[in-house]
C-alpha cells in the first residue's frame, strides 16, 4: 500500500490552519473591545472569517482528492489480484473435477468388473450411472430427481 501523498498532508495542514484563523477571527469579532468596532470593522471581520473557511474547505478537498489518486493504484492492483484468485479458482475447479472423473472411473471400473463376473447387468448399469453423474454433476435425470410429475398417490 502506497504512503498518503505528502502533498495530502500539506493541504489537510493548511485545511486546519486557515479554520484556526477563521475561528480566530469570529473568536475576536465576538469579545469585548474598547473603543467598540464599527459595523463597517464587523462586516470586514465577517468576510474576512469566511474567506478563510472558504479556503480550509477548498484545501480539504484538495487534500482528499490526492488521497483518492494515491489509492487508485492501490486499488488497481486489489483489482488484479482478484482476477488472478478467480482464474486460480477456476483451475482448482477444473482439477478437481478431472480428479472425480478419475475416481469415478476407477470405481466404475471395479463396479462393473464385479457386476459383469456376477452377470449383474443392473449393477453394470448403475456403476454407469455414477460414472455418468461424475462427468456430468449437473445433468441429472427425472428418475434420480425425484420428478413426480403426472403422477399422483392413490
Given at each position: 500500500m502506497?504512503?498518503?501523498a505528502e502533498g495530502?498532508?500539506?493541504?489537510l495542514?493548511?485545511?486546519?490552519?486557515?479554520?484556526?484563523?477563521?475561528e480566530?477571527?469570529?473568536?475576536?469579532?465576538?469579545?469585548?473591545?474598547?473603543?467598540k468596532?464599527?459595523?463597517?470593522d464587523?462586516?470586514?471581520?465577517v468576510?474576512?472569517a469566511q474567506?478563510?473557511?472558504?479556503?480550509?474547505?477548498?484545501c480539504?478537498?484538495?487534500?482528499?482528492r490526492?488521497k483518492?489518486?494515491?489509492?487508485?493504484?492501490?486499488?488497481?492492483a486489489?483489482?488484479?489480484v482478484?482476477?488472478k484468485?478467480?482464474e486460480?479458482?477456476?483451475?482448482?475447479?477444473l482439477?478437481?473435477?478431472?480428479?472425480?472423473?478419475?475416481a469415478?472411473?476407477v470405481?466404475?471400473g471395479f463396479?462393473?468388473t464385479?457386476a459383469?463376473?456376477k452377470g449383474?447387468?443392473g449393477?453394470?448399469?448403475?456403476?454407469?450411472?455414477?460414472l455418468?453423474?461424475?462427468?456430468?454433476?449437473?445433468?441429472k435425470t427425472?428418475a434420480?430427481?425425484g420428478?413426480t410429475a403426472?403422477?399422483t398417490?392413490e
Amino acid at each position: 500500500m502506497q504512503p498518503i501523498a505528502e502533498g495530502a498532508d500539506q493541504s489537510l495542514d493548511l485545511a486546519k490552519f486557515f479554520q484556526a484563523c477563521a475561528e480566530s477571527v469570529d473568536d475576536f469579532r465576538g469579545a469585548a473591545h474598547d473603543p467598540k468596532l464599527t459595523d463597517d470593522d464587523i462586516d470586514g471581520l465577517v468576510a474576512l472569517a469566511q474567506g478563510l473557511t472558504s479556503y480550509a474547505r477548498q484545501c480539504n478537498a484538495e487534500s482528499i482528492r490526492e488521497k483518492l489518486d494515491a489509492a487508485k493504484g492501490d486499488l488497481a492492483a486489489l483489482g488484479e489480484v482478484t482476477k488472478k484468485v478467480t482464474e486460480q479458482f477456476k483451475h482448482v475447479q477444473l482439477v478437481q473435477h478431472i480428479v472425480t472423473i478419475g475416481a469415478a472411473v476407477v470405481e466404475f471400473g471395479f463396479t462393473a468388473t464385479a457386476a459383469a463376473l456376477k452377470g449383474d447387468i443392473g449393477g453394470i448399469l448403475s456403476a454407469g450411472g455414477t460414472l455418468e453423474s461424475a462427468i456430468f454433476p449437473k445433468a441429472k435425470t427425472a428418475a434420480s430427481s425425484g420428478d413426480t410429475a403426472g403422477k399422483t398417490d392413490e
